[in-house]
């Protein structure tokens, strides 16, 4: 047994073809994404113009723009936060502070699983049933950003939550030692420690929504006008408000429809533009990660 | 018992710019216990992990001097790290088996050097648990999980494992450390069962088994050697004093 | 200044403490009615995906829906069969999966073991920026990009066929490299994740029995991140089964057996290419494909839960 030199490196061809596959397979992956970004950038750079962004398109006037689809964009956003926020906020609350391990956790924890699991698709059927038909919102800003809700809603909760975690026990004794009620120590005590957490949420559902497509297509409907104002504040407010009521597409709707009917160039230049929106938040992301570390 | 197995020259081992070993010189005998004493940090398990190379994983190492296996620098440009490693068993603080079965614990390292059939890796994996001694525990459910098993059980069988791929060396970093009582008996009792075929490089820091289990011992301070011999003249009749005030008790 | 006025002696201390206890019951109110909304949610959207999905599988039949396979809805005896939309589902998804889960696995291995840090650190985030990309745009890349070269493909594959439907380069092939595309960040994320957690003492343990790095990965750390490996690819499928704007276009716009060069609906273009025109029974089998879809979701999110159980109890 002695006998056998160490001075042998041993061939291993089989797995030298393992380790090519695994840098192939990195390298495909990395090309993916440099190919899928730099592509649609070099294609629809050229569409990109002030005018692109600021217009509405119009047979009429012989524009192509997207801003309505921008406005229609943050309506659904802000909407939807309004709704998603302090529902997902209150849930993680009761499952971090309130709830004892049981049933209703589970089943809570359960639906909130579930619920990140279903496809755009039947939240967007569901949506066009419930918000549309049975509520009778119709196809509306207002349909499109209550379905999306309960999309985004376990994005929320599940980040509030990891927030609501890593803030230390000793903050919560500490408060109830003092006397505080349980309400009052989560108001100002937990909820100030865990906004980096909630903040994560939000801005990953800023994402999803900016991204959502089929949910909306049946909910929110594809117009693309801007919101016609005019006359006194009250009035322009109405007004504001009012569009909330009424179709709008998203930015991805209008891309999906404009691709549909063979305009690339328009295609291509609202996803320059989506793509610099999703850059941007996962640029928010990193550097409120990195805060959150330092902290 | 004279023979020579381990020849480590002039041994220096850098984590970045801080040297972790210095000058090591050691002659560890052939079928013999030998065993590494000294107080935390003094170096001893990293010298241990020179012995089968296992400090190349961590990063910002360098290590200049030999280790010669058997006459051969393991450090060598040409040697087979893998080959080394079969060669140089070794057994970790903690437990570690991996989360399959007891049986395929035991038949990982044979298989990965190329054993096939059944009933050969069978016959490895019985020889290789009964000389650690843990055979007649287990027997019965060698296809259960290896993590379902204690932790003295769980030592042991590492133990197996290493051996079943046929060492000559086998390297042991403090693997009572994390048992009870009767485990660590166990384990030391194998230690002397053990030499009979296999020499054992063991790393304690727990005098008394380096007294009870080793022929040689070696006391580390500071990343250097400074008392190395065998074991009853090292503890009875230690000639460095600071060898004296470690073993006695005075710090550590 | 509340919190004050307490503290002081004789300020009626019970009265304090009992509005204190109002408040203090409405919070508890309000989170249990948050935490409880996840459950309505859930429990209206199957009850309305039920509901409208019920009535056409009465009026069509179960066994003509399921195991018919024309699909005539606006025929002037239309027909209802949904079997290779089903089927294309299936297959498409199976396809996605046996194309993006080992690139995704090994690029998983690249990041957690192959890769220097620094160049994970940079590999890593735009996996993670992959991820972020809205289907349509890898819908448009589809349709722009790959069905022109599936088209070239198709004309040089069949240019002896007589009999071959030319697709344009819209076909199941193209629908299962984009979802393959798709699926990949979730597979790699989530693979890398549970191989990074696998503790380094089995890494150490196979390296000193001998192992190579490579026997060493495939051998012990990816069994040992086996449960995590596995929740990575059944979320792959849950991604693949449910996606429909990415692929509508790409995959053609007839139903067909799900043959590589043949035009294709999914469950989900199904619904999103027909919805816009569709009235009456056609509408409400539409319905019936999303609560199919349903279905298969609810059977993966199924299948999630006891792989995520059985990965809890191994220690």
């Known amino acids: ?295 | 018992m004279e023979k020579s197995k381990l020849l480590v020259k002039d041994l220096n081992l850098y984590y970045g710019a801080n040297r972790a070993l210095k000058d090591v010189e050691m002659e560890i005998r052939d079928k013999a216990v030998t065993a590494l004493i000294g107080p935390s940090g003094c170096g001893k398990s990293t010298f241990l992990k020179c012995i089968n190379r296992m400090n190349d994983l961590v990063e910002n190492v360098r290590i200049r001097g030999q280790v010669l296996l058997d006459g051969e620098n393991i450090y060598d440009r040409r040697v087979d790290t893998t080959l080394l490693r079969k060669k140089v068993g070794m057994v970790f603080q903690q437990p570690n088996p991996f989360p399959m079965s007891i049986y395929d614990n035991v038949a990982y390292g044979p298989r990965l050097h190329g054993v096939k059939a059944k009933q050969e890796l069978d016959s490895i994996v019985e020889e290789a648990l009964k000389g650690a001694a843990i055979f007649e525990e287990v027997k019965d459910r060698l296809k259960k999980p290896a993590l379902g098993l204690s932790g003295g059980q769980q030592q042991r069988l590492c133990i197996a494992r290493a051996l079943a791929v046929r060492p000559e060396v086998l390297l042991m970093d403090e693997p009572t450390s994390a048992l009870d009582p009767i485990s660590t008996s166990k384990v030391e009792e194998l230690m002397e069962a053990l030499k009979k075929s296999y020499t054992v490089v063991v790393v304690t820091h727990n005098m008394q088994q380096a007294a009870r289990v080793s022929d040689d011992t070696a006391f580390f301070l500071l990343g250097a050697v400074v008392e190395f011999g065998p074991t009853a003249a090292l503890f009875s009749r230690p000639r460095d004093k600071r060898t004296e005030d470690y073993i006695t008790g005075r710090f550590g | ?315």
């Open chain 3, 1 to 315: 200044m509340k919190a004050e006025k307490s503290i002081l002696p004789g300020a009626g201390s019970l009265i304090g403490k009992k509005s204190g206890a109002a408040a203090e019951r409405a919070a508890q109110i309000v989170f249990t009615a948050c935490a409880s909304f996840a459950i309505l949610a859930v429990a209206s959207i199957t009850l309305y995906l039920v509901l409208s999905g019920t009535p056409a599988i009465f009026q069509v039949g179960l066994k003509e829906i399921l195991f018919s396979t024309v699909w005539a809805p606006t025929a002037a005896q239309p027909r209802y069969g949904i079997l290779y939309v089903i089927l294309t589902s299936v297959v498409g998804t199976g396809l996605a999966i046996l194309l993006g889960v080992p690139v995704g696995i090994l690029t998983a291995v690249f990041l957690a073991e192959v890769a220097d840090e620094r160049v994970a650190a940079v590999v890593k985030p735009a996996v993670e920026l992959l991820a972020g990309i809205p289907s349509v745009i890898y819908g448009l890349l589809g349709i722009y990009l790959l069905n022109p070269a599936m088209y070239r493909l198709e004309r040089w594959l069949f240019r002896d066929s007589a009999t071959h439907q030319f697709t344009g380069g819209a076909n199941l092939l193209s629908a299962v490299i984009v979802l393959a595309i798709m699926i990949l960040p979730t597979v790699i994320n989530i693979s890398e994740t549970a191989i990074r957690a696998v503790p380094p003492s089995i890494k150490a343990a196979s390296l000193a029995l001998g192992g190579s790095r490579i026997q060493t990965i495939f051998k012990s750390i990816l069994p040992a991140a086996k449960s995590g490996i596995v929740t990575a690819v059944v979320l792959g499928v849950g991604r693949a089964i449910g996606e429909a704007m990415a692929i509508t276009l790409v995959s053609g716009s007839s139903v067909n057996a799900p043959l590589p060069f043949r035009s294709v609906r999914f469950l989900t273009t199904a619904i999103v290419s027909e919805m816009g025109y569709s009235s009456g029974t056609h509408r409400q089998m539409l319905f019936t494909i999303g609560l199919v879809l349903f279905v298969f979701i609810m059977v993966i999110n199924l299948i999630l839960t006891r792989v995520l159980k059985k990965g809890g109890q191994t220690p």
């Open chain 1, 1 to 295: 047994m002695t006998g056998d030199t160490l001075y042998h490196k041993k061939k291993r061809p089989l797995e030298a073809l393992l380790l090519g596959a695994v840098y192939g397979a990195a390298s495909v992956s990395v090309l993916l994404l440099c190919g899928v970004i730099g592509y649609v950038f070099a294609k629809g750079a050229g569409t990109l113009s002030w005018s692109f962004l600021t217009t509405v398109t119009s047979a009429l006037k012989q524009t192509v723009g997207i801003a309505g689809n921008l406005v229609n964009t943050l309506y659904i956003i802000v909407l939807t936060l309004l709704a998603a926020t302090p529902i997902g906020v209150g849930a993680a609350i009761y499952l971090n502070e309130y709830a004892k391990p049981g049933r209703l956790v589970r089943l809570i924890e359960f639906t909130t699983e579930t619920l990140s699991g279903i496809p755009s698709v039947l939240f967007g059927l569901f949506g066009m049933v419930f918000f549309g038909e049975v509520l009778g919102l119709g196809y509306s800003l207002l349909s499109g950003a209550f379905t999306l809700t309960l999309m985004v809603l376990p994005l929320i909760v599940r980040n509030a939550q990891e927030a609501l975690r890593t803030v230390p026990d000793s903050y919560r004794s500490g408060a109830l030692g003092m006397g505080a009620s349980r309400w009052h120590m989560i108001r100002t005590i937990l909820l100030p420690s865990a906004i980096p957490g909630i903040l994560t949420g939000i801005i990953l559902a800023v994402g999803r929504i900016v991204g959502e497509s089929a949910a909306l297509l049946f909910t929110a409907g594809s117009a693309r006008l801007l919101p016609r104002l005019g006359g006194g504040l009250l009035e322009n407010v109405k007004k504001l408000g009012g569009k909330a009521l009424e179709s709008g597409g998203t930015l991805t709707i209008e891309l999906y429809l404009q691709m549909q009917n063979g305009k690339y160039d328009v295609a291509f230049g609202a996803g320059c533009v989506l793509i610099v929106i999703v850059l941007c938040i996962n640029l928010w992301m990193k550097l409120l990660a990195g805060r959150w570390k330092t902290r």
